[in-house]
Every structure is written in C-alpha cells, then in structure tokens.
C-alpha cells in the first residue's frame, strides 16, 4: 500500500506568509482568551472542599459519582475511604460558595437518593501542589527552551533553533489558548500533556531540519525555497503516518482512558494537529525568513566563493 | 553488509531474557496480607513474634497462605481481604494487650504474588499509584501549642542574652506557659526593658505588672507573630514529612495541607505501611545533656526518690534510670548530618553526627568545661526521650564530628540515623487517622488505561503490517518488545506508575513508532531511487538514525525538564516519558535492524524486500518491489 503519490515537490513556502499571518491570529487570540478567560484550574491547583459521607449498606460508587457530577462542581473525586461503606468526595472550590454550602449542596442531594448516608465530616484542603509549582513551571519552560535551544544550535545552527523554539511555544500556547477559551479543566494530567507536546512537536520540526541540511549538501542546484519544499515534500509521508499512529494512542485514549485521561487525549490532540501545522509552517517558514542558506549549514570548503553564485543559496 | 556480529545478538537476547523476567512478576497480582512490626526502636520483631502470630491465627482458625518473618516484620498472607481483616483482628488482640502502649504495630498489606524465585531476582511488579490502586492515608495532628512553646523558649533565651548585653539588671526570666515573666527592680529598669522589646522584638509585646514593691514585666507573643510561627510550623513539618517519605523511598507521595493544624499524608503502593507509619509518626528529635552527678541526684537514681530541681529523670536503653538537668546543651537543630558506621576500635554500631558552624563551638565549649564528667544524648519519640547513650567526657572534642555509641544493633543505628537525618518537626506532630483507600478507583482506571495501551497498540501494528508488509511486522515486534523494556525498567525501578504514567505509556509507544516510520520511509525511498535491496536497507537506518537521534535527543530534554522540576503526577508522567524514549531508541533502531538483519542479511543475491509497495513516479504506475 502506498498513500502518497507526490510527483513534483509541493510548494509550500508559496503561502507561508498568509499561512503565518494565520497562525499569528491564532496566537494572538490564544494569548487573548489566556488573559481574558483564565485557565479552569482543577482541584490539585485550587484546593477545595472535602467530604467524608458514610452508607449503612455498602455504597454504589457509579451512582454517587453521577449524582455528584450534575451538581456542576467540575472534576470531583469519588473514592471509597477505609471500608466500602465509607465514601471520600473532593471537590474543587467555587468562588462566591463556601465549604459548607457546597457540602450541604451534594448531601441533600445523595439523601434524594438514599435517605441513609451522614455526612462524617467535611473540611477544606489546601491545594496538592504548592506555591513552587507555578516556580518550578516555569524553571522546567526555561530548561526546556534553553536545552533544546543549545542542542539544535550545536547539531544545526542558531537560526533553526531560534524557529524551533518559537514554533514550539506557539503550539503550547495554543492549547492552552483552546482550554482558556472553552474552560476545560486544567488538572495537573493537562499540564504533563502540555509539556510533553513540547518535546512531541520539537520532535517534528527536528525531522524537517534534518531534510533541508542533507539536501543542502545533496542537491545544489536548488535555492533555500526550493530545498525546503523539497524537505517537507519528502518527509510528508512520515509526517502523516508518524502522527496518524500517535494520534489512533491518543484517541484510543479519548475513548477508553474514561473521565480521567479525556482533557489530557484533548491536549494532545490540538498538540499533534498543531504540531505538524506548526512544524511545517511556523518552524520552516522562521528558517526561511531568518535567511538559513547553504553556508549556515555546511562550511565553504573554498574560501573565495562566489557571492553570486546561485549554489550558494539565495537570500529571501 | 546487513550483518550484526554475534555479540550484539548476544545482547539481544540477554535484554529480551531480562525484560521477560522484570516483565513476568505483573502478570501474578497481589496476595493480601497482614504484616506485624516493631512499634518501637527497642523491641524487635524475631521468630518468637513469629510464633504468637502463628498461635493467634491459630486460635483463631484463620488459615494463611504462608506466615513469614520479612526483614523486620512478620507478614502473613491470606486468599481473600476477608480472611485478612478477620486475622488483623485477632493479631491485634493477641499481640496487643494494652492498646495505650502498642508494642507492635499491625498493618494490612498488599504483597506480590510473584513465585519466591523471582522474588529472589529482585524482581517484584509495578508501584501502583493511588489513583490506580489505592494506598494508606494518614492524617496527622500538629501540636500548635508546643510549636508556641518551643518559639517562646527560645525568645526568651534570646531575652535573656540580649538583657545582659544591654545590662539591664533583672530578678529573674522565667517562661510561664505561653508567656514570659521578667522580674525587675525598679520602675526605671523595667521602662528600660519595656523599651528594649519594642525595639528590638518585633514578634513580642509586653505588659507591666506592679505589685507593691515588685515590678515585672508580662511579655507574651504578638497574635500575627503567633499565626506566623503556626503557618510555619505548619509548613516545616510538610518538609520534614517530604523528607522523611523520601527515606522511604516512597515516589509521588501526596502530602497537603488541611485545615489550619492538619497534614495529609497518602502513600500509594505502599509495601511496608507499618514501616511508613512508624517513620512517619515520630517526632524524633536529639538533645544533649548533662548528667546530674549530685549525690541527692545519685541517691534519687538509686532510690527512686524525688529529683532535685531543675533536673528530669529518664530511662537509659536498659532500663536504669539517669537523672540529667533540665538544661539543654544542644539540640538536633544544630545537626547537619548523621549516618551510621562502626566504631573503628571496638566494631560496635554507631552513628556518626556531623553538626554545624554553631553547634560545634558550643559542643567543643562543653566538653572543654566538663571534662570527667558525663554527658547524656537523649532521643525524643513520641514525646518521650530516652537516653540513647551518657559517655563520660574524656577530652574537648572539637570539628564538630560527634560519634553517637551504645550498644546499639546495626539496625537500631540504622533507624537512629534515618531519624535525626530525616529532619526535626517545627512542633510534635501525631497520626489521628489512618486508611486505606479503596482500590474501587483504581481498578477501573487500570482497567480504562489498559484498554487504551492495548487497542491502540494493536491498530497501530495491524495498520503497520498492511501497509510496509514485512517491514511492518518487523517494527511491530519492535514496537511490542518496547513495551516490554518499559514495563520491564518501570518494574525494575519500582517507579510509581500513575493514571497520567499509563498515559505516558500509551503516548511513548504512539511516538516509538516514529522512528520505525523513518526507517521504513526512507527504506522505500531509497528503493524508490533505485537502489538495490540491500544498500536501501543500509542507506534507510544509516540516514534514519541522525534524524532519530536528533528528535529524540530535543524529547528527551522535555522529558528531563518534567522530570527535574515537576511534581507528583506530572513526574510520573515524565518517569515514563523519558524511560519510553530510550528504550524506544534501542528497540526501534537497534532491535528491528536486528530483526531485519536475521532475515535479509544472509541473502547474498536479494532481489526484493517486502516494504509493501514502492511507488515510482517517473513509471507514473505502481511498481510492485516484492
């Protein structure tokens, strides 16, 4: 089987500059919907109410959890806590109501159900993740761009690493721009997958990259346009199946990871849709602009070149 | 051309042995248990407990699986969790007659149900998190008021050293309750002294008392101040509580604050609770003393009188009581480490401790003033202290490198040094409520994370084989053996494997498959230009591996990042991640080549290779390279 039949190099570069303006909308109205909106923080950032509730027959957790949920708090936590007829429920904080509200709120309502559950005990707990976190954050945001930076800087050169960087955070801060502007929770599971889009869509621009030096030293022919339409061109095969396969995990993980890993399959799918987007055209488009050209990558083996020479890469 | 030596298939199938093996003990579930152990660092836990626990059960006609003595614990395993509560009950009863002074501490338990061979490999299943198979939750109590008393007790040290700096002339400092009584001689001192704590005390106010003739001043804690050192207090203790879960080596254990005085603690995958439990509830702290060696103090040691003032009595590890004063020449604030070791003369047990710039100078002061006379190192647990050891001092001891000896066991020297190390509590601290948390969750988020590895690793596969043929199937194997090097190592490590690590799972196998999509892409291409099998097949992982390597390598700095700066569930998500990416390497590049090194590589006159179909466009129609 075979599903590309690409016969002449797509002229990609042809509509970066419409295709970037694109994504700087995007951007911006990601980064808009950031302040505007704010992030749906989950109950791991915010702290919140705990409950401790206790059935005289063994408790039907499916239900509680159901009843629990359309009372509208967002993301709660039903466990069973020390024998099966004791039941744990966390729930995140909600401006303007107070521990107490809310725990008189999801007792009236277990009652309607079953007549039998006392509540035990309820308390506020502080967020799991402390004030370092948003620290610690960004110190991992600086790790990564810095390393990332360095290393594609030695293996290439500065200006792919500088449109690496700047596609990757384009990406990340879209989804967060997505979960921003549809008030998703954002839980701690969201914030891995965040972080390790990342690594993911780096990953993707690196692939590329690697095309345009080879075929740098491979065909001189060409010009910088016509070298990386060339590189995308001949990498898009891979580029479709890698991310098809990672993308069939993810959504097996949309339709069987539950409640739990659903928000987490989301990020990662606006990641890979992103990823390949922003690869093709945030990170190769940069390149191009920055003016990458053969001598960048490949060191003049004769000092008196020809500046005219059109082997020696055009200036865009 | 397409040949390993035999060394690197030697390699092969020695990693492939070693990740079956750490692979095979997930597959056996767990028993659960009941485990006894030692509540106390001077009782131990021997054959003999072995033989109550086996008479209790007995008695009870409970009938366990096996009844073995572990390390330093008994546990006793049983078919059904029913059977297990029923003999935690009558172990209870037997080995615990007063339940105001627990001698053990008896714990349910999950334990491996892995055969005893691999146990003996070290191999032993997964660290479940508490989201998957739920855990122990503690929830402890913070003593405000002594974390008050111990801010108090040291103001007023400073008070006192800060009055004679100042010479201010004063009747007496004394600390009562949760104030402090300065007693003065006139009204112009007492103005004087009054001025200096506004001053210079920002935490303290003070009051004059007037009494005739006598004049005093009440000084107590500011109410801010006071919340501050409870806020403090509070968050000193979740540190320590960090540090010493640490020791135990537990990962991503929650640790939150609830209420105002209230820490919860939720260990997942925890083995030994009774082991965390312990660690976690004492609240040991270190002082140094001098003996008392008065002869009213002698005769009080002997006779089991009164004790003389400003002295206390405690009891030393055999039993004979030792009255010390009050005084404390040093506590284990001033200790940066300890560790144990044996003494290099007599090749008893110890612990070393190493204290600070501080602690140093005062400890070599000491043993310079006291010389001939004893000086006792007490431990606080739970509260109560017992003398650990009262050498007489021999000579001034300086560097601040202290050897703690007496007749200690390795082990005993072994808990001693986890404890001071572990760090001290900003105030005492005790267990008020202890759980297990239902795997109810879990099970069905194992169930939900399973289901996804699985079905998308399988329409990954199956979408490989239709569509690069043998090729496909080679990078399946690979892809299959990936995940078995990953559940292998997760084993091997006994990370702790989360709801978001599963995720991690799926996600690393979703991006393991790029590396063979490279390959096998540029295999194509390669043929596509003409090349001949066995040069595309070189050519295709030779040029594939730079990029491989290049993608990997910028992942992998993500992943060390997560792993370096986050926390708890993002953690074990980066565990995962990053363990995934390089077995990744190895079972896609390293791995498969072999594979198709094993099947192409003898053909000396290969004609075609079975990548499915490889498009040429100068033909403009398929051209069938099999």
């Not at chain 2, 659960?32 to 072995?50: F, H, N, R, Y």
């Not at chain 2, 001698?103 to 338990?109: D, I």
Request: proline share 3%.
């Amino acid at each position: 089987m075979e599903l590309f039949k690409i016969r002449k190099d797509i002229p990609f570069m042809r509509h970066a500059l419409v295709l970037n303006a694109v994504s700087f909308v995007t951007f911006a109205l990601a980064v808009f919907f950031l302040f505007s909106r704010g992030l749906h923080l989950s109950v791991e950032f915010t702290g919140g109410t705990l409950m401790e509730v206790s059935y005289s027959q063994p408790a039907d957790l499916q239900k509680v959890r159901g009843t629990v949920a359309t009372l509208g708090f967002g993301e709660v936590q039903v466990q069973n806590f020390g024998s099966a007829r004791d039941v744990m429920i966390r729930l995140p904080a909600q401006k303007g109501v107070n521990s107490a509200q809310q725990s008189e709120k999801v007792l009236s309502a277990l009652k309607a159900n079953d007549p039998d559950v006392t509540l035990r005990r309820t308390e506020f707990v502080g967020p799991q993740v402390g004030d370092e976190l948003a620290e610690d954050g960004l110190k991992a945001l600086a790790f990564v761009v810095i390393g990332i930076m360095i290393y594609l800087a030695i293996r290439f050169e500065w200006k792919f690493a500088v449109s690496a960087i700047i596609a990757n955070l384009h990406d990340v801060i879209i989804i967060l721009g997505f979960f921003a502007f549809f008030q998703w929770e954002f839980s701690l599971a969201v914030l891995a997958a965040v972080l390790a889009v990342l690594g993911y869509s780096v990953n993707e621009s690196v692939v590329i990259f690697d095309r345009i030096r080879e075929n740098f030293r491979r065909y001189r022919k060409m010009n910088t346009v016509e070298v990386i339409d060339n590189a995308i061109t001949s990498t898009i095969s891979r580029t479709i199946i890698t991310h098809g396969s990672t993308q069939i995990m993810v959504l097996s993980m949309l339709l069987f990871g539950g409640e739990t890993l659903h928000y987490f399959a989301m990020a990662l799918t606006i990641g890979i849709c992103f990823g390949i987007y922003s690869s093709v055209f945030v990170a190769a488009a940069i390149a191009m602009w920055l003016g990458i050209q053969r001598e960048d990558l490949i060191k003049p083996i004769k000092k008196d070149n020809d500046p005219n020479d059109e082997n020696s890469g055009a200036v865009v | 051309m397409n040949r390993y030596p035999v060394w690197k298939y030697v390699i092969l199938v020695v990693a492939l042995l070693l990740g079956v093996v750490y692979t095979l003990p997930n597959f056996f579930g767990e028993a659960p248990a009941v485990q006894v152990s030692s509540a106390k660092a001077t009782i131990k836990v021997d054959t003999t407990t072995l033989q109550k626990v086996e008479d209790a059960l007995k008695s009870a006609g409970a009938t366990p699986q096996s009844v073995v003595l572990e390390g330093t614990s008994v546990r006793a395993r049983f078919q059904t969790t029913d059977q297990q509560l029923k003999a935690k009950d009558a172990i209870q009863k037997a080995l615990i007659p007063d339940t105001a002074d627990p001698q053990f501490v008896v714990a349910l338990n999950l334990v491996s149900r892995s055969p005893d061979w691999l146990t003996a490999l070290h191999a032993s299943p997964m660290y479940l998190g508490l989201d998957l198979r739920g855990g122990v939750h503690f929830m402890l109590q913070v003593d405000m008021q002594a974390a008050l008393t111990q801010r108090i007790e040291s103001l007023t040290g400073d008070l006192r050293s800060m009055m004679r700096e100042k010479d201010i002339r004063h009747g007496g400092i004394a600390r009562n309750g949760q104030s402090i009584e300065i007693r003065l001689r006139d009204a112009q001192q007492q103005d004087v002294a009054k001025r200096l704590i506004t001053d210079q005390f920002a935490d303290l106010q003070s009051r004059e008392v007037n009494n005739g003739p006598d004049f005093s001043l009440v000084v107590s804690i500011k109410p801010e101040a006071a919340r501050k050192v409870q806020e403090q207090a509070l968050k000193q203790n979740i540190t320590t509580l960090h540090n010493r879960i640490n020791e135990l080596g537990v990962a991503e254990p929650v640790i939150q604050q609830q209420g105002l005085d209230r820490i919860v603690v939720q260990l997942p995958g925890v083995q030994d609770t009774a082991k965390a439990k312990d660690i976690l509830g004492r609240t040991a702290t270190l002082e140094v003393r001098m003996v008392d060696e008065s002869t009213e103090a002698r005769a009080a040691e002997q006779a089991g009188g009164l004790v003389p003032f400003g002295t206390e009595r405690y009891l030393e590890r055999d039993g004979r009581p030792l009255i010390v004063k009050k005084q404390v020449v040093l506590t284990g604030d001033n200790l940066t480490d300890a560790q144990p070791g044996f003494d290099s003369q007599t090749q008893e047990p110890v612990v070393n401790l190493t204290l600070d710039a501080k602690g140093a100078r005062i400890f070599k002061d000491v043993t310079r003033d006291n010389v001939g006379k004893r000086m006792a190192i007490i431990l606080f647990e739970k509260g109560k202290g017992e003398v650990v050891t009262a050498p007489v001092i021999r000579a001034e001891i300086g560097g601040g490198r202290v050897q703690i000896s007496g007749r200690m066991s390795t082990m005993e020297a072994n808990d001693t040094a986890l404890l001071l190390r572990a760090g001290s509590l900003a105030a005492p601290m005790e267990i008020i409520e202890e759980r297990t948390i239902g795997p109810s969750l879990g099970a069905e988020n194992i169930a939900k994370g399973f289901n996804s590895v699985t079905w998308g690793f399988l329409v990954i596969v199956a979408f490989m084989v239709i569509y690069y043929a043998m090729f496909g199937l080679f990078s399946g194997i690979a892809l299959g053996v990936n995940l078995l090097f990953l559940v292998a190592i997760l084993s091997m490590l006994q990370a702790t494997l989360t709801l978001p690590g599963m995720a991690a799972m799926a996600l690393a196998l979703g991006m393991a498959i790029d590396s063979n999509v490279l390959i096998n892409e540029r295999v194509r291409e390669e043929l596509r230009n003409g090349v001949s099998p066995q040069a595309a097949i070189h050519a295709g992982y030779d040029r594939a591996w730079a990029t491989i390597f290049d993608s990997n390598i910028t992942t992998l700095i993500a992943g060390v990042a997560l792993l370096a700066f986050g926390s708890g569930p993002v953690r074990g998500f980066a565990v995962v991640h990053c363990i995934g990416i390089l077995t990744s390497m190895f079972s896609a590049v390293f791995f498969s080549r072999g594979l198709v090194n094993l099947w192409y590589g003898g053909k000396k006159k290969l004609k075609s290779v079975s990548i499915g179909t490889v498009w040429r466009p100068e033909a403009g129609t398929a051209v069938k390279a099999d």
